[in-house]
């Protein structure tokens, strides 16, 4: 079996303690919060005639055995290999499948496939931070009952200070983010491994035996039970999004000596307390901790919820940006938030909507229990889509046989499956919240998408050929005034619609001419910025490519221009750009309700000259009604 090479990746940067520790606390915040709410969800559903203690071993060991296949099995071993030149998430991961589909209908499916896990991934993204920082709140109560009431104003004052700041950037916070999250595993490591000395038997659930025995005496519950039993992996895909960050090398490093030791440890340990005492179940996680450490526990883990939602708030930023340079969402503000780290970056727009989620969330649900039966569908369904992209990687781009795809992405597909569909079972108690969410950002996503093709093909149809433009040029007796005209333009074979109606109303053109246009390429950064080509004299086109990690700035490419013998004075230019105003076709090419949204989303995308960087005083816009 092939597997890819990472030559392009950070994974040969040197390793360090600062990298690991960085590693830490990005990666592996979201999964290492997981203890708070996993095993407590999951037994619940069996604690109504009181818990046997195989029922607790039992479901110690599906958590277990759920961190080995899910986690080190699939993404550690399995789909970190799958990088889109270093970089990895489902969209890079869909871009790379696209690459290998076969036809039209096979490069359509992996779109969708890569697109339903992009929404759910949004979906998982407003759950996590209201989940996380309301487990780690809760802990008040265990503390005394007098801060039950307290419980849900403090979280909500918790993110709100938290969504509150994103605007500053996580560069600050992230100095913190690894040393505080190495203690919050130590922490867990050790309150876990003091229990386990006192009920060592609990290290039995280590078999798969009783996890087996577990699933054969429940059948039906037991399937139900792995609808809580999979919080104890989410998280998981951040390490397959986060190896351009860091790399696939230390990512594993740090989990298999790490967050694995420190997790089971802590699992094992909640288990030893319950078979000792079932009336721990009300709080395992702090109950395990002696009580003069519960309040410096809860504050321990609030900063550690706080970092998994960063990571997973930032995750979002960087999925939508991704959307926007793919073409999959409308332009949006995107402000950076460093001037040295490209991936740091704001949205607005995004965390606006995240916030709103994230409240509205809290104030419906109350508390974790609620929200963990919410919580896990739309990580499942992105763990289902992952593996489907992937399977096709590995058989058309790796070329892994057939025998061999069908012995590893079956049994991952098989476990998946499982897993989404005991999820699916909590549909009628919460889950619907995330499907909701995730067909929204699905059908929003894909009506843009529809729609900026209906719009170019359109363009295309309208417009007259620049082959032919040119060929009657020297004839026109059109004057050239002095001047630089930058065109922008989407489709780099046919004539801006802006020139020609500047053509029609001016009746001039400049002595030089740039017909611009940017192409987003599905590789994380672009190899060749610059294309350029003399079309006659004094006429150029300027072909600029981006990857879906990089931010377009228009005027400072053209700067670059001299190198290519293009002259180019920023103070002599002037930038043409059309702006549609979208009415309905005679026939309309798309239903009534996905017209007037992508009217909307078309008339809320953000202004061109901003999202290119363009000087605004330096901007000719002219109107022109596009039928669709």
Known sequence: ????TQNNSPAHRQLSPALLLGVLGV??????????????????????????????????????????????????????????????????????AMRVARGERGRAAVMMIGIAGASLFFGDGIITPAISVLSAVEGLKIISPAFTQAVIPISLGVLLALFLVQYKGTHTIGRIFGPVTALWFLSLGVLGLIEIVVQPHVLLALSPHYAIAFCLEYHLAAF?????????????????????????????????????????????????LLLSDRTALENPFYLLAPEWFRLPLVIL?????????????????????????????????????????????????????????????????????????????????TFLCTTCLAGLVFRRQFGWSRL????????????????????????????????????????????????????????????????????????????????????????ADYVPAALLHNLKHNKVLHERVLFVTVENEDVPQAQQRREVSELAPGIHRVILRYGFQESPNIPRELEALREYGVEFESMQASYFLGRETLV???????????????????????????FFRIPSDRVVELGVRVAI
């Open 1 to 4: 079996m092939a597997v890819s």
């Open 404 to 491: 061999g795809v069908a012995l590893v992405v079956v049994p991952m597909l098989l476990l998946d499956a499982g897993f989404f569909i005991s999820n699916v079972l909590k549909v009628p108690d919460g889950g619907w919240v995330p499907l909701l969410l995730g067909a929204g950002m699905f059908a929003l996503m894909l009506t843009w998408r529809r729609g900026r093709e209906l719009l170019f093909a359109r363009f295309r149809q309208d417009s007259l050929p620049l082959k032919s433009f040119l060929a009657r040029l020297p004839q026109s007796r059109t004057i050239r005034v002095p001047g630089i005209a930058v065109f922008m333009t989407g489709q």
């Open 27 to 96: 990666v592996y915040g979201d999964i290492g919060t997981s203890p708070l709410y996993a095993l407590r969800a999951s037994l619940l559903h069996f604690a109504a005639d009181g818990l046997e203690d195989w029922e607790i071993l039992g479901v110690l060991s599906l958590i277990f055995w759920s961190l080995i296949l899910v986690v080190t099995v699939k993404y550690v071993l399995l789909v970190l290999r799958a990088d889109n030149r270093g970089e990895g998430g489902i969209l890079a991961l869909m871009a790379l």
């Open 584 to 610: 309905a076709a005679a026939v309309p090419k798309m239903p009534a309700w996905r017209q007037w949204l992508f009217s909307v989303l078309s008339r809320n995308s953000m202004p061109a000259t901003e």
């Open 301 to 381: 883990a609030t900063c550690a919820t706080i970092i998994a939602s960063q990571a997973m708030i930032s995750g979002a930023f960087s999925i939508a940006r991704q959307c926007v340079q793919l073409g999959y969402l409308p332009r949006m503000v995107v402000t950076h938030t460093s001037e040295t780290e490209e991936g740091q970056i704001y949205m607005p727009q995004i965390n606006l909507l995240l916030l709103a989620g994230v409240i509205v969330l809290v104030l419906s649900f109350h508390d974790s229990d609620s929200l963990a039966a919410a919580y896990g569908i739309a990580v499942t369904g």
């Open 224 to 272: 139900i039970a792995l609808g809580s039993v999979v919080l104890a992996v989410t998280g998981a895909e951040a390490l397959y999004a986060d190896m351009g960050h860091f790399g696939a090398r230390p990512i594993r490093l740090v989990w298999l000596w790490a967050v694995l030791p420190a997790l089971t440890l802590n699992y094992f340990g909640q288990g030893a």
